[in-house]
């Protein structure tokens, strides 16, 4: 039995009665494949996200590669055929960018590690409303069926020229802009030819994808509002959730804007109504204005719940308490709020008035100051800790080293004078690929690197997790670097063929994507081989203070069997290495004391 | 009490709602599933997650509300003109009928929250009523669209999407549209007379009457084709001067006193712009007629367990939160109603 001392059952309240067999977890309460696709345990939902939404990944990673292999010379590769081979490279950027996007980076931390971790960091036994929780896994697994009938009908048509109704792939960009996917109405009244592009199948799928979202994002605000266990005002949540809070708050308020959206689009598409249609008396830039005035909140959807990670994990890892506590808990706020008023920054060159540049460019700036300030209070954490080279940190440094490339590249972009040189070209991928990838999925790494152990129990291959992380940070150099330099030369984004003073630029970048694409290989061996064969984890293998560190790993079914008291989350000095029996001890009368006194005016 | 509490787990029982999975039997009520303390935590939460998802609604429907401001904004002599063409007294009916629903609706939750079951059947009819009614008018409504060609799409023998033989241009058509002209000459020569008519400013026509920024670098790169008063061409200025003082005459000469301007009788192109004002007004009316039909759906379901005897002072949550939504599609309407109908 683990040697812990288990405050699962509150700091100063009376040990009781664990009613679990020992060996009885999530894991095993319940066989067969009907207790996992119907569960509503959060631990198992948030499971599943995790086998849909990293399946998506790698299928995304797919187009990756084969975008950066089609764009390593200048002349077709796949095909000898020039316009097939531009072709497949339109649907291939296209479909990276919709299954990246809409189907892993937007669920990835909430789905996923918010749903696995925010209710037992709350000391709760569920979410709010677990029906709900599996109504949006439900939700997102039917988005994906939309989108893998695109790619069905992609594949089939490549392979075999078969036409599947509704479409076959789809070539209109990841933002369906209007008129690409307006379909076309000839000169005459002649009607709608559906074409080559499934936008309706991926517009369906968007709509849907959107469903799961919000229903995350209700159940995460209902849950922290009335779920936090005693000793857990808002002020003493973990960072997480402050994070994970701010994001609902987004998911609420966005994501139906994109739902209208789809749905004007799917209505001018499917019966005719104008809308974005010129031609129908349509406005092609209100799609616009719509679409951003969703996506651009969802990019904060994608980094905030990672910054929420990252401020976990730096704490934990660097053994010592979170610096500026307040300041990171209201920067997330204060950029999800921020977060809807850019969205015209998108439009600086699609005849935006002047006005409204310079408005919305000021408001881009702002944004930047609560950014900074969570990654100053993050180098403060470190500043004289106790930094511990675990895969999560190694992840987190990572982080923090590309969400500055990223966080300062878009200043330039914020900037209307060099946005107008640089928009549209490879410039603007790099910026958004150092926030999306060097950022968001860094931070998701070690987010699954740090609470892997408790997931599964089991730890991962320590050295084999930083090869991993490290190769992939190279890689990810290598491959989007260059691209800021190419850009500001002028090379323009989505285009299939270039002249062939770009070629050095593309030669490398593409090289960079194979050695992220063996990165990421090593990282998924790492992490199952951890599943499968790692060492047994403790309950808290890091020695951190959040309630899910309080219970077993893996969890029980209902985690806790009474509801925890709350401490102080970031007090990792009341938990001490005990070298006898190789396991993080709590010091309980230290950990009451400090939990008597104020979270953020306890200086350690 | 009691005999209260006994109803409800008969009721829960029955509408298949048991939380079976893991019910702490010692303290917790049946209705309050495992993970909450207690009833009054769990209605919090229900209340919360309800007010958060009318949230999402509101910014669903405030595209649509956007989009039409967008629209107005850009077309307001349109929309002006585009709105005679609805009912206004179909629009007032319904705007009642809602609003009454609502208060059915209101006093439905009063009565789960008392244990008046027959009561709360007989509202929650009501409130059920007064929404089929609702939907009742506005399909005439839409029919009468229809059968006007004020439909959208290929429906619409009128619309771009209409693939059959062009049908033939109404009376107002042949005095507006001269033959020899080409659509933007005649378009030219409307703006023009306008233009004189109207004794405007001494802006002479050209790009910048279109574009005010035309010929700068703030260009709009896209440009609208509709951009023409719709409704006041001086031909049908006249003929509605015309009916004003004493009759309509058609192209053969011939009067009729109780002619009005009907949309088969404008010329195509400003068909086309009435065209704009109405797919607006399909979307919202639909997009909101879709809420009407799903908060029936979830009125029937409420009463039904209701008449179970599902609900009374200790949980009435669902008839609360379904009264919730009823309420905020009735707010919508009321917001609907002056925006597309009493338009000046």
């Given at each position: 039995m683990s040697a812990i001392t288990p405050p699962a059952h509150g700091i100063g309240m009376?040990?009781?009665?664990?009613?679990?067999?020992?060996?009885?977890?999530?894991?095993?309460?319940?066989?067969?494949?009907?207790?996992?696709?119907?569960?509503?345990?959060?631990?198992?939902?948030?499971?599943?996200?995790?086998?849909?939404?990293?399946?998506?990944?790698?299928?995304?990673?797919?187009?990756?590669?084969?975008?950066?292999?089609?764009?390593?010379?200048?002349?077709?590769?796949?095909?000898?055929?020039?316009?097939?081979?531009?072709?497949?490279?339109?649907?291939?950027?296209?479909?990276?960018?919709?299954?990246?996007?809409?189907?892993?980076?937007?669920?990835?931390?909430?789905?996923?590690?918010?749903?696995?971790?925010?209710?037992?960091?709350?000391?709760?036994?569920?979410?709010?409303?677990?029906?709900?929780?599996?109504?949006?896994?439900?939700?997102?697994?039917?988005?994906?069926?939309?989108?893998?009938?695109?790619?069905?009908?992609?594949?089939?048509?490549?392979?075999?020229?078969?036409?599947?109704?509704?479409?076959?792939?789809?070539?209109?960009?990841?933002?369906?802009?209007?008129?690409?996917?307006?379909?076309?109405?000839?000169?005459?009244?002649?009607?709608?030819?559906?074409?080559?592009?499934?936008?309706?199948?991926?517009l369906l799928g968007v709509f849907v994808l959107g469903f799961s979202s919000i229903l995350t994002g209700v159940n995460f605000i209902a849950t922290i509002h009335m779920l936090r266990p005693k000793g857990m005002g808002w002020f003493r949540m973990p960072l997480f959730l402050w994070a994970l809070y701010a994001t609902a708050v987004i998911q609420i308020l966005a994501t139906p804007v994109l739902a209208i959206t789809g749905l004007l689009l799917l209505a001018e598409r499917i019966v005719g109504v104008g809308i974005f249609d010129p031609h129908l008396g349509g406005d092609p830039v209100l799609y616009q204005h719509f679409f951003w005035f969703y996506s651009h909140p969802a990019v904060y959807i994608m980094i905030l719940p990672a910054m929420g990670v990252i401020s976990e994990v730096m704490s934990t890892h660097s053994r010592k308490h979170i610096f500026g506590y307040n300041f990171i808990a209201y920067s997330s706020i204060a950029i999800a709020l921020l977060s809807f008023l850019v969205w015209g920054h998108h439009m600086f060159a699609t005849g935006q008035s002047p006005l409204s540049n310079a408005i919305f460019s000021l408001l881009t700036f702002s944004v930047a100051v609560p950014s900074a300030i969570k990654v100053f209070n993050w180098v403060s954490t470190m500043y004289r800790g106790d930094i511990r080279f675990s895969t999560a940190m190694v992840c987190a440094l990572s982080f923090l080293v590309l969400f500055t490339f990223g966080g300062l590249t878009g200043l330039f972009l914020g900037a209307l004078s060099t946005d107008i040189h640089v928009t549209g070209t490879y410039f603007i991928v790099a910026h958004f690929h150092y926030v999306m990838v060097g950022s968001v999925l860094f931070a998701f790494l070690a987010g699954l690197y740090h609470w892997w152990p408790k997931m599964f129990g089991r730890m991962t291959n320590l050295f084999w997790g930083n090869v991993g992380a490290i190769v992939l940070l190279i890689g990810f150099n290598l491959t989007f670097f260059v691209q800021f330099i190419a850009g500001s030369k002028g090379m323009p984004r989505r285009y299939a063929t270039y002249p062939t003073e770009f070629q050095s630029y593309h030669v490398i970048s593409t090289i960079g994507a194979y050695v992220m694409a063996v990165g990421l290989f090593t990282i998924a061996f790492n992490l199952l081989h951890g599943m499968i064969k790692g060492k047994r984890a403790p309950a808290n293998p890091w020695g951190a203070n959040t309630l899910e560190w309080h219970c077993p790993s893996p969890p029980p079914h209902d985690n806790f069997p009474v509801e925890p008291v709350a401490g102080d989350p970031y007090d990792l000095k009341s938990w001490q290495w005990d070298e006898a029996t190789q396991q993080w001890v709590l010091d309980e009368e230290r950990a009451k004391t400090v939990a008597g006194t104020e979270p953020t005016t306890h200086h350690h | 009490m009691s005999e209260l509490v006994n109803k409800q787990q008969a009721a829960v029982a029955l509408a298949g709602d048991t939380f079976s999975e893991q019910r702490d039997p010692h303290h917790h009520p049946p209705h309050v599933a495992h993970h909450?303390?207690?009833?009054?935590?769990?209605?919090?939460?229900?209340?919360?997650?309800?007010?958060?998802?009318?949230?999402?609604?509101?910014?669903?429907?405030?595209?649509?509300?956007?989009?039409?401001?967008?629209?107005?904004?850009?077309?307001?002599?349109?929309?002006?003109?585009?709105?005679?063409?609805?009912?206004?007294?179909?629009?007032?009916?319904?705007?009642?009928?809602?609003?009454?629903?609502?208060?059915?609706?209101?006093?439905?939750?009063?009565?789960?929250?008392?244990?008046?079951?027959?009561?709360?059947?007989?509202?929650?009819?009501?409130?059920?009523?007064?929404?089929?009614?609702?939907?009742?008018?506005?399909?005439?409504?839409?029919?009468?669209?229809?059968?006007?060609?004020?439909?959208?799409?290929?429906?619409?023998?009128?619309?771009?999407?209409?693939n059959g033989p062009r049908p033939h241009e109404g009376p107002i058509q042949q005095h507006s549209d001269t033959p020899a002209l080409t659509h933007g000459e005649r378009e030219q020569a409307a703006v023009a007379h306008q233009m004189a008519a109207t004794t405007l400013p001494t802006q002479t026509f050209g790009p910048a009457f279109i574009d005010p920024n035309a010929g700068t670098g703030d260009e709009a790169k896209i440009k609208p084709n509709q951009v023409m008063p719709v409704g006041l061409a001086p031909a049908i200025m006249a003929q509605q001067a015309?009916?004003?003082?004493?009759?309509?005459?058609?192209?053969?000469?011939?009067?009729?006193?109780?002619?009005?301007?009907?949309?088969?009788?404008?010329?195509?192109?400003?068909?086309?712009?009435?065209?704009?004002?109405?797919?607006?007004?399909?979307?919202?009316?639909?997009?909101?007629?879709?809420?009407?039909?799903?908060?029936?759906?979830?009125?029937?379901?409420?009463?039904?367990?209701?008449?179970?005897?599902?609900?009374?002072?200790?949980?009435?949550?669902?008839?609360?939160?379904?009264?919730?939504?009823?309420?905020?599609?009735?707010?919508?309407?009321?917001?609907?109603?002056?925006?597309?109908?009493?338009?000046?």
């Open positions: 009376p040990v009781t009665h664990d009613p679990h067999p020992p060996g009885d977890n999530y894991l095993t309460h319940g066989r067969g494949i009907m207790s996992w696709l119907f569960t509503l345990d959060h631990k198992r939902i948030g499971l599943m996200y995790m086998a849909g939404v990293l399946a998506s990944f790698f299928v995304g990673g797919v187009f990756a590669m084969l975008l950066r292999t089609e764009l390593l010379t200048p002349g077709p590769t796949f095909s000898s055929n020039k316009t097939a081979a531009w072709n497949f490279y339109n649907h291939a950027f296209t479909l990276h960018g919709a299954v990246m996007v809409f189907l892993f980076i937007i669920p990835a931390i909430p789905a996923i590690l918010g749903n696995f971790i925010l209710p037992i960091m709350l000391g709760a036994k569920d979410v709010a409303f677990p029906r709900l929780n599996l109504g949006s896994l439900w939700c997102w697994i039917g988005g994906a069926v939309f989108f893998g009938y695109v790619l069905l009908g992609g594949i089939l048509n490549a392979s075999f020229g078969w036409h599947l109704p509704g479409g076959y792939g789809l070539d209109t960009g990841w933002t369906f802009y209007t008129p690409y996917s307006s379909g076309q109405v000839g000169v005459g009244g002649t009607p709608y030819q559906h074409g080559t592009d499934g936008t309706i199948a991926a | 909450f303390e207690s009833a009054e935590q769990q209605f919090s939460s229900a209340k919360i997650g309800m007010w958060v998802f009318l949230a999402t609604e509101l910014l669903m429907f405030g595209g649509l509300f956007c989009a039409y401001s967008v629209y107005r904004h850009n077309h307001p002599e349109v929309f002006e003109f585009a709105h005679t063409f609805l009912d206004k007294n179909l629009g007032a009916i319904n705007t009642v009928i809602l609003i009454a629903s609502s208060f059915t609706m209101a006093l439905g939750v009063r009565m789960a929250q008392i244990g008046n079951r027959k009561g709360l059947t007989i509202c929650l009819i009501l409130t059920l009523l007064g929404g089929l009614g609702f939907m009742v008018i506005k399909s005439i409504e839409y029919r009468a669209k229809y059968e006007h060609h004020l439909w959208f799409g290929a429906g619409n023998q009128y619309s771009k999407l209409y015309a009916i004003e003082h004493g009759g309509f005459k058609d192209a053969a000469g011939h009067t009729d006193s109780h002619h009005k301007i009907a949309f088969e009788d404008l010329p195509q192109s400003e068909k086309d712009r009435v065209a704009t004002f109405f797919n607006i007004y399909f979307l919202m009316t639909g997009l909101h007629g879709l809420h009407v039909l799903i908060g029936m759906g979830l009125i029937t379901w409420v009463m039904i367990r209701g008449m179970a005897g599902a609900f009374g002072p200790l949980y009435y949550t669902p008839v609360d939160l379904v009264g919730l939504y009823w309420h905020l599609v009735d707010l919508i309407w009321i917001f609907l109603f002056p925006l597309l109908y009493l338009i000046h």
